[in-house]
């Protein structure tokens, strides 16, 4: 795997975080005011995808940075693996 550019271009990767961290609170937004008998299929096809994408984004945007600290040869690249 080799590292995304968004690692390292104009903070890319916070921007990433952030959007996927937004878009799992707007969705338990919307859950929380669904009427009862619509909520597990909401669950089911937005809100777990919605909430597991932020995680999944920071483990990949993690072993970018992993990848690129190694190549740069970083005394942080072993604590930004345990991140991984």
């Known amino acids: 795997m080799h590292h995304s550019p968004c690692v390292i271009a104009y903070n890319e990767a916070e921007r990433v975080e952030t959007a996927w961290r937004e878009v799992a609170e707007r969705s338990e937004k919307v859950y929380n005011v669904l009427p009862i008998e619509h909520r597990e299929a909401y669950y089911q096809l937005v809100l777990h995808p919605a909430k597991g994408s932020p995680v999944v984004a920071r483990m990949n945007l993690a072993a970018g940075r992993n ?18």
Do not use: D, I, Y
Not at 68 to 82: D, E, G, V, Y
């Open 67 to 84: 990848q690129l600290f190694a190549k740069q040869s970083r005394a942080s690249t072993n604590l930004m693996a345990a991140r991984v």
